[in-house]
């Protein structure tokens, strides 16, 4: 186990560094220039050119991969072109809301949609399981952004019981840091509630077939157990896999809730970078990423060994 | 797993009791006098003379104060300097600094200060460069006197140190100052009216000004720029917020006081509320512009520049984007309508109005061949999306091939200071837009200036007209200006850099309970405004 882990860390390191050629090279390819930017609508060229040797951008695209990739190798993801503030400091910054946000997302949506397709698959064929997998295919159709603006308008405008906006720390209370991630948590999770309840039905209609499953319910094991004792935990390895999917979807998924519900996350960051040529910013923040992605897909593969015992690496 | 009729009322209850609670806590936060406002963008940089962003020009007039400001009426009037005076020969400026001017770290403003301040300022503003050319020094006397020695009269010297349009001439520390005008400043100190709380920012969300309370406003009221800034608002925050459907809804519900920049197709929904107001702080507006490359054909031409007057009709752009003619005008003056250069010199093309089969002929002569015309569409900008592809189909309309360049903004900045034929990565049209006030300044805005590959993208030549540009800067009065202005936009319009799209207001928004909002183009002063 330990040497599969390894391997695997490894090959993380591997995979980051592949994905940073590639964004470096996307990035200073793509037609873009944060010099102009920052010079203005107003500026001549002769004040673009300088800003342009100032930040270093003029250098041959090979001195300036050098550059990155030794600062790099020092820890160092660089500074902000615009701000010129630690690219680590702002990720720092920043990883908290983002943090929260996927957090309470895949909490909300896995309790909730583990729950609805054992429920949709006890009663499949049922009205339950038509109105539960209704649901599903409704969170699976609409966007995310029109679930927020929804959202918004009933919960913050309507009924003014929760803030339209913003995102306020754990520091500041748990009620003011609960409120403010409740709506963008419904809004993201609600397209994984349906991803996750699907899957989860599927699979424990599978397991619900199995001999043992007539065994267990001969043997006088009451629904609940039958249902999350001895169905669910046989069903576990699909449900898990597709969770550790859409942990990694999220990282897309944040772009949208955070800039609808206006919370200072990875994803805003990167929106914005993006706009303004940003270029150390973008490669910071898509290196942490892809390496978030690696690990948590290394996660999930080590979760399986806890499901289920026959699975060693 | 049935639904009981017991489990309905106690969840009745349950939303009865909690649903205030909740509101409560949702309640507006306990800072009353607290001003929440949701500015034009990010404050990415905070160094007012390194970029010339809009936010950072408002951050500016927060922190930082300036010689000179311009009034309700456009002219410039003093602002840190108690008395100023002009030599005889009109080649030496004199100021003197008023009394109780300091900066935030609690020394005193000096002359020194000033002049390390102007020297920056003006290796980065294309007026200053200009005002630089006339200029044999920049000295300080005392602590509290310095001058501006020229080696030939320069008329507008004043105007350039009161000017709204970025970069604003803020004064700096001379530490500070004497930082090189292409790094940034990083210290955020100023002699201004607000403090910058570095504390309680939060860099992408939340911005905080505090009222510095030892600012010692002058006595007279405040008008436009100018005048005495009496802050009544303890603490100001610019948030944040990206999506404007979102920002809506949070003025709405109270969460923020102050919108800036409401999207045009949701203003009907703020007018018809009641605890919103809704008016055009800045007057003037901003004037919408197609702007031609003058190196390649076919606008090498003139012929095929004239031709684009008689093919667009600002109506249909203005309509496009802005939609409501409440907040749109046409307008064909080359310094910009509702402002002190307004003129309607050599506008026969406007009055005469959409004219295709001239426009074809004129394109005829030009020797038009059937090349492609490269129209650079900035996707990510409803106006320039919109009139890129208006400009794309009237070319259609008279035989010319247009042919759209999609990307985002950040593209368009990038591909319009290239100076390549097309098939060289070069370009033929692009849109963009400046405010009004800053289109009646020929010296200031490069974009009115026709010096060949010196002057702005697209490049255009005329030498007489430079001339008269240099003549303007050198006028002594407005009257002589304004009469050099009319020849200038004579020319102009035969040269044609640039087509005229239209001419538009953008309203604020903001809650009832606020009020004092000095309406001036360029900055949102936010001293004299209250909030009850």
């Known amino acids: 186990m330990g040497a599969y882990i390894a391997r695997r860390l490894l090959s993380t390191l591997l995979v980051m560094a592949l994905v940073g050629v590639f964004i470096f090279l996307l990035l200073h390819l793509a037609p873009g220039d944060p010099a102009s930017i920052i010079a203005g609508d107003n500026a001549s060229p002769a004040q673009i050119f300088k800003i342009r040797h100032q930040l270093g951008l003029d250098a041959p695209l090979v001195v300036q991969f050098a550059r990155w990739v030794w600062q790099l190798l020092h820890g160092d ?74 959202l918004i308008y009933v919960c913050a405008i309507w009924l003014r019981w929760l803030p339209v906006q913003g995102y306020v720390p754990l520091s500041g209370g748990l009620w003011p840091w609960a409120s403010h991630l409740i709506l963008p948590s419904i809004a993201l999770g609600l397209a994984y509630v349906a991803l996750i309840a699907r899957i989860t039905r599927a699979s424990m209609l599978e397991v619900l077939s199995e001999d043992y499953m007539r065994t267990a319910r001969a043997k006088g094991a009451s629904t609940g157990s039958m249902l999350f004792h001895h169905a669910l935990k046989n069903a576990g390895v699909p449900i898990v896999t597709v969770i550790g999917i859409g942990v990694a979807l999220l990282i897309s998924g944040v772009v949208i809730t955070e800039t609808v519900f206006n919370i200072p996350g990875l994803g805003r960051l990167t929106v914005d970078a993006i706009t303004n040529r940003d270029y150390p910013i973008i490669q910071g923040v898509i290196v942490v990423f892809s390496g978030t992605y690696v690990l948590v897909n290394l996660a999930v593969d080590l979760v399986y060994t806890l499901i289920d015992p026959r699975i060693r690496y | 797993m049935g639904i009981s009729r017991r489990g309905v009322i106690g969840s009745g209850l349950a939303a009865g009791v909690f649903a205030p609670m909740v509101r409560r806590a949702n309640a507006a936060p306990g800072d009353a006098g607290t001003l929440r406002t949701v500015m034009q963008g990010d404050l990415r940089v905070f160094d007012p003379i390194w970029t010339t962003a809009n936010i950072t020009a408002y951050y500016g007039a927060m922190v930082y104060d300036t010689l000179f400001a311009i009034d309700e009426h456009f002219k410039p009037q003093p602002q840190m300097v108690d008395k100023w005076s002009l030599s005889d020969d009109k080649k030496t400026y004199t100021f003197a600094l008023r009394d109780g001017l300091g900066w935030q770290d609690n020394t005193p403003v000096t002359a020194a200060d000033c002049v390390a301040s102007v020297r920056r300022w003006a290796a980065r503003d294309g007026g200053g460069q200009v005002m630089m050319q006339f200029v044999k020094d920049i000295s300080a006397g005392d602590d509290k006197t310095f001058k501006i020695e020229l080696t030939e009269p320069f008329g507008p010297v004043i105007d350039m140190l009161a000017k709204p349009t970025t970069p604003d001439c803020f004064m700096m520390r001379k530490k500070d100052a004497e930082t090189d005008p292409f790094q940034q400043v990083s210290a955020r100190i100023g002699s201004g009216p607000f403090t910058f709380n570095e504390s309680e920012t939060r860099p992408g969300s939340q911005y905080v000004f505090n009222r510095w309370d030892k600012y010692v406003p ?95 009709n600002q109506s249909d752009f203005m309509k496009a984007t802005f939609g409501n003619p409440k907040y749109y005008q046409t307008c064909a003056s080359y310094f ?15 009055k005469h109005g959409v004219d295709l089969a001239k426009a074809k002929e004129l394109f005829t002569k030009a020797g038009y061949s059937g090349e492609p015309v490269v129209v650079l569409q900035a996707t990510n900008i409803a106006f320039m999306n919109n009139s890129a592809q208006l400009i794309a189909g009237q070319l259609e309309k008279i035989g010319v091939k247009a042919q759209l360049a999609a990307s985002d903004w950040g593209g368009v900045v990038t591909r319009r200071s290239v100076m390549e034929p097309d098939d060289k990565g070069g370009w033929d049209v692009f849109i963009t837009w400046g405010s009004a006030y800053a289109f ?18 697209g490049w255009p030549t005329d030498d007489a007209y430079e001339k008269l540009r240099m003549e303007w800067a050198g006028a002594a009065d407005d009257a002589a200006r304004k009469a050099i202005g009319d020849k200038m936009a004579a020319l102009g319009w035969n040269d044609v850099p640039a087509v005229i799209l239209g001419q538009w207001v953008s309203p604020q928004a903001w809650r009832k309970n606020v009020s004092g909002f000095i309406g001036i183009p360029e900055i949102i002063p936010f001293w004299n405004v209250k909030k009850t």
């Open chain 1, 77 to 150: 993801f660089g500074v902000s072109i615009f701000s010129e503030a630690p690219v680590m400091e702002l990720i720092r910054q920043r990883l908290p809301a983002t943090l929260a946000l996927t957090s309470t997302t895949i909490s909300f949506a896995a309790i909730l949609a583990v729950g609805a397709g054992v429920l949709a698959a006890w009663r499949a064929g049922g009205l339950l399981d038509r109105v539960l997998m209704g649901f599903a295919a409704l969170g699976f159709s609409v966007p995310v952004f029109v679930v927020g603006y929804v």
């Open chain 2, 336 to 350: 910009g309508c509702g402002t002190p250069m307004q003129t309607d010199v050599n506008t026969d093309w406007f």
């Open chain 2, 218 to 312: 002058r006595k007279e009221p405040p008008s436009g720029l100018a005048g005495g800034k009496v802050v009544s608002l303890p603490k100001v925050i610019w948030e944040n917020i990206a999506d404007e459907q979102t920002a809506l809804a949070a003025l709405q519900s109270g969460e923020i006081d102050f919108y800036e920049l409401p999207p045009i197709d949701l203003l009907p929904q703020l007018a018809a509320d009641p605890n919103i107001t809704l008016e055009a702080l800045n007057k003037t507006g901003n004037v919408g512009i197609a702007r031609l490359n003058c190196l390649h054909p076919p606008f090498a031409s003139v012929e095929a520049r004239q031709a684009m007057l008689y093919l667009l």
């Open chain 2, 440 to 457: 009646s300044d020929p010296i200031g805005l490069l974009a009115l200036a026709m010096n060949g590959k010196k002057a702005w993208y």
